[in-house]
Each structure stands twice: as C-alpha cells, then as structure tokens.
C-alpha cells in the first residue's frame, strides 16, 4: 500500500530564508508527483507537477526534485516570504488498477517578518 | 471562469440526517473528484468520475453516493450523516486524454474552496 510522509509537520522560519520541504513515499511505480499549497479555509492550489520520468521542475522561486528510485521529492523554496506562509502537501499518482492521488498529511509553513 | 465551485460552505447535521453537497466546474474538464480532509491529515479521495454517466469508488466510499448526469455537476450525497463524516470535503477537476476507470494517470487537479461539516 502506497504511503506518503511529509517531514517536517510544521516549520517556522524568518524571511527571507531558504528552505526545504520533505516528501517521502513507499511504493516507487508513480506515475508523477504533485505539490499543493493550501490556505487555512482554501482550497488547493497545484504548485509543481514532475511526471515520473523528470527529476525537477521549476516555478519562480520554487524548485521541486524527484528521486523515484528513493522514494523521495524535495521542495525548495527561495528568499521566503510572509506571504508563502501555508500548509505544504505533496500527492503522487499511483501506478496499478487504481491511478488516483495519495496524499502525505502536510507541513505547516509559516514565514516570520 | 470561476473554476470549481462548491456549496454550501459550512453545514451543521444532526446524526441520521441527509444531504447533498455541491460541486460545480465550467472548465469542461472530463474528471471529477471527491476528497475529505480530516484535521491534521491529508485528502483520501471518496468518489472519482471519469465522465457523464461514470463513477467509481476512492479510497473511503462507505455512507457516500454520487451521481454525474452532467459534465459540469458531480453532487455528494450523504444519506444517514455520523459522526464520523464530520470532515472538510473538497470537490476538484482535472482534464485527461485518458480514459476508462483507470484513472487520468494523476494530471493536475484543480479544487474548490472546500465545504466544511459538522455532524452532531
């Protein structure tokens, strides 16, 4: 059974550091992994997608990083800001009979001034 | 275009009650999804649909029902609400080449702002 863990479950940093985020999954047949950011009383919205077959990609000031083989994906994010305070989640596409996401639980992110 | 819209936005229901939770898209996306979100945890996906006419079941169905008659509206129904079903559910949408019940292979969903319920 596919399990995702996110690590840390909260961070608290100062702006203008960098920083990263940790995703870790078990089963490695994914067909891609997704990172969402989620405001408290929000919705989700898609920051970085990496297909299974991609090692990172980029969005600005976010980079997101792939290694199957280890079943884990980083999110780096630069020069943060109060306003990247939220909660981070990650989500991969399982392989097998039903492709669906699977969710890790998420870290909470908050960017002091 | 307003996206993926859900209502309503907060519901109280007492235990044995029903209802139908809202979930509207006009991006003429072909899936459609159901997620709960219990506190301090991630979404698990209820009910997904591939199309008009075709649903399957996620990774926690029990007490859910859908329906998708439409492209655009793919409605929650819970028939006898516990406690337990008090969560925050999300509805979202997503565009695929793919097709049948495997699923669209992960492509990037789009949510809406989440209906939050209390059952009491």
């Not at chain 1, 989700?44 to 990496?50: A, D, E, G, H």
């Not at chain 2, 169905?61 to 559910?89: C, K, M």
């Amino acid at each position: 059974k596919q399990e995702v863990t996110q690590i840390p479950a909260a961070l608290s940093v100062p702006e203008g550091e960098n920083l990263v985020l940790n995703c870790s999954f078990t089963d490695s047949a994914i067909y891609n992994l997704q990172w969402f950011r989620q405001d408290p009383g929000k919705g989700l919205t898609s920051l970085l997608l990496i297909q299974s077959s991609q090692r990172e990609q980029t969005s600005g000031r976010l980079n997101a990083s792939l290694d199957k083989s280890s079943g884990r994906s980083t999110l780096y994010i630069a020069a943060s800001q109060p306003g990247d305070s939220a909660t981070y989640l990650c989500a991969v596409a399982h392989g097998g009979a039903t492709n669906k996401l699977i969710f890790g639980t998420g870290t909470l992110l908050a960017v002091q001034p | 275009n307003a996206g993926v819209t859900q209502t309503p936005k907060f519901r109280i229901l007492k235990i044995g009650q029903s209802m139908t939770l809202q979930c509207t898209q006009d991006m003429n996306h072909n899936y459609m999804y159901w997620y709960r979100q219990d506190p301090g945890m991630g979404l698990k996906l209820i009910y997904y649909s591939v199309g008009a006419g075709i649903t399957d079941k996620g990774e926690v169905p029990n007490g859910y029902n859908v329906s998708r008659s439409t492209t655009e509206d793919f409605p929650l129904r819970l028939e006898l609400a516990a406690p337990s079903q008090t969560s925050v559910y999300f509805c979202a949408s997503s565009y695929s080449k793919g097709g049948g019940l495997a699923g669209p292979r992960g492509e990037t969903q789009y949510f809406g702002p989440g209906t939050r319920l209390l059952v009491l």
